[in-house]
């Protein structure tokens, strides 16, 4: 009894960890926890939630309390880990799991492969131009957001690889974007500078921080809400001061 | 109109090519697709309507029902089609003319575009607002005529 006391525990800290990873609400983390928790007669759990660490502990029957502390570092978006523990509480609360089982297969959702480098480089293209076209800009404005869009995500993914911070990675991928940008328009690729930064800048906009602040601060968790819009709002000023760097320099040194 | 058409489309391929670098799972690619056509469609029959800002107000909180209803169909969290969905609304644009104007030393025009672009955002977390404040036995009982299609996808998700 006292192993599957810890094991419940155990399972709990996972799914709140997996989902906070995975860039989810802090209700729906809290609410998750809260669920499971429930499902296997966990008594008395209490969590505190950031958007950047978990406090959690228990009071249990006979054998003292267990608490559990985890910093977790402001991370990227994985949807894909937050419908499958979504899924996996649904199937828990209607008594399909173990406890055992239930902590295996929140193991094998931690490991989910993201998508191959390939795919995203590309998305990243297609999104790129196809904003692009939404702002209003031609066909070929958005053939040369396109290309911004993959060298963008190319420097992303395989240049960078976490070995710059967030802000240096936005500044340098804002700057970048418009070099292309004003290359493919000296190439006589587009006709419009502005339409092609913009759509090219799309996929660093942090709508996923933005969106997820704003939930957060609507369930009333103000500190994780305001951390995530202060995110929001950094990664923007950096994009735009990246995107001012190289229009300066181009129109001080070449443009006149 | 034409060129409507194919902003509108252009909007739902541009949702679905962020959906995947945000590692939605492929399943919901179609839905997030049309929500974000959805959005930009409102959006552009709004605006020769009304202001901007009412119409990025009316755009978001389409989004936002559609998010809730196609999350209450198919039995997962919201956030998945919501992301993904107000990508084609967030102000892109405006920001990059802010950012221009700065370096051009256009400072008047700067803090208009930039004042904009905030006003923009700031109606887009209104209508999120709004848009998470229904009650959501509304949402149930609109997708309640598909709940047996929706237990079925469900159980096919889980074998997957």
């Known amino acids: ?256 | 109109m034409l060129r409507l058409i194919c902003e509108v489309l252009a909007a739902g391929i541009g949702t679905v090519a962020f959906a995947l670098i945000f590692h939605v799972p492929s399943a919901y690619y179609w839905r997030c697709g049309v929500t974000g056509s959805a959005g930009w469609l409102v959006y552009s029959l709004c605006l020769p309507m009304f202001h901007a800002l009412p119409a990025m107000f009316a755009a978001t909180f389409a989004v936002v029902c559609i998010s809730r209803f196609s999350a209450v169909q198919m039995r997962c969290p919201a956030t998945i089609f919501l992301i993904a969905g107000i990508f084609p609304l967030v102000p892109g644009l405006g920001i990059y003319r802010t950012a221009y104007a700065l370096v051009t030393n256009d400072t008047s025009s700067a803090g208009d575009i930039g004042l904009t672009t905030l006003k923009t955002a700031i109606f887009m977390v209104l209508a999120i607002l709004l848009g998470l404040e229904l009650p959501s036995g509304l949402f149930r009982k609109l997708a309640n005529a598909d709940t047996d299609s929706a237990k079925i996808t469900t159980n096919k998700t889980k074998n997957r």
């Open chain 1, 1 to 256: 009894m006292e192993k599957d006391e810890k094991l419940v525990f155990e399972t709990v800290a996972l799914a709140g960890e997996v989902l906070l990873t995975s860039g989810a609400e802090i209700f729906r983390v809290v609410d998750t926890m809260n669920r499971i928790a429930a499902a296997y007669q966990c008594q008395n759990l209490d969590t505190f939630i950031l958007s950047n660490g978990i406090l959690i502990s228990t009071s249990g029957k006979e054998h003292g309390s267990q608490a559990k502390i985890r910093h977790i570092p402001l991370g990227g978006s994985r949807l894909d880990r937050i419908d499958a523990v979504n899924q996996l509480s649904r199937e828990i609360g209607l008594g399909m799991h173990s406890p055992q089982q239930a902590y295996e297969r929140l193991k094998q959702i931690q490991k989910m492969p993201s998508r191959p480098a390939w795919q995203q480089v590309i998305a990243s293209g297609v999104g790129s131009g196809a904003f692009c076209y939404v702002f209003g800009g031609g066909m070929w404005d958005a053939v040369a957001a396109f290309v911004a869009g993959l060298v963008l995500y190319l420097y992303f993914l395989y240049l960078v690889k976490g070995r710059l911070s967030k802000i240096a990675m936005n500044i340098s991928g804002g700057a970048l974007v418009t070099v292309v940008a004003l290359l493919m328009l000296n190439l006589g690729i587009g006709s419009n500078l502005e339409m092609v930064s913009a759509g090219a800048v799309v996929p660093l906009l942090p709508g996923v921080a933005f969106t997820n602040g704003i939930r957060d601060i609507a369930d009333e968790d103000y500190i994780s809400g305001s951390v995530r819009l202060l995110d929001a709002m950094l990664v923007v000023a950096c994009l735009a001061l990246g995107v001012c760097l190289t229009s300066f320099t181009y129109n001080y040194w070449i443009g006149g």
